[in-house]
């Protein structure tokens, strides 16, 4: 059984850093899309990254200040965020597939908050 779990959420200031973990387990990642997800409190989620060892694509709003990355040895995807904003504030989900209507599995989620 597929299944991811997200870790490193927590409450920073505008500006700081935060790494996310996404933990795979029942596959190898290596092959597949990770994408990760944000959901802010009254919004739709919305789509962040897609992740794969050739390319990672990144949504504006996050460009040039989120990175992804992995770690074939601990099977598990890294979402590196900097400069961040309190608009950045969500709960933050990997999945296997970067088209949310397609995804195969979700992670729990994690919460991030950005205080200003």
């Known amino acids: 059984e597929m299944q991811l779990v997200e870790s490193g959420g927590g409450l920073v200031q505008a500006g700081g850093s935060l790494r996310l973990s996404c933990a795979a387990s029942?596959?190898?990642?290596?092959?597949?899309?990770i994408g990760w997800f944000r959901q802010a409190p009254g919004k739709e989620r919305e789509w962040v990254a897609c992740f794969d060892e050739s390319n990672t694509d990144y949504a504006f709003s996050v460009k040039g200040r989120f990175a992804a990355s992995s770690n074939k040895a601990i099977n598990t995807i890294y979402l590196t965020m900097n400069s961040l904003k309190p608009e950045d504030t969500a709960v933050y989900y990997c999945a296997v597939g970067c088209n949310s209507v397609a995804v195969l599995t979700w992670g729990r989620g994690t919460q991030v908050t950005v205080s200003a």
């Open positions: 029942g596959f190898n990642y290596d092959g597949w899309a």
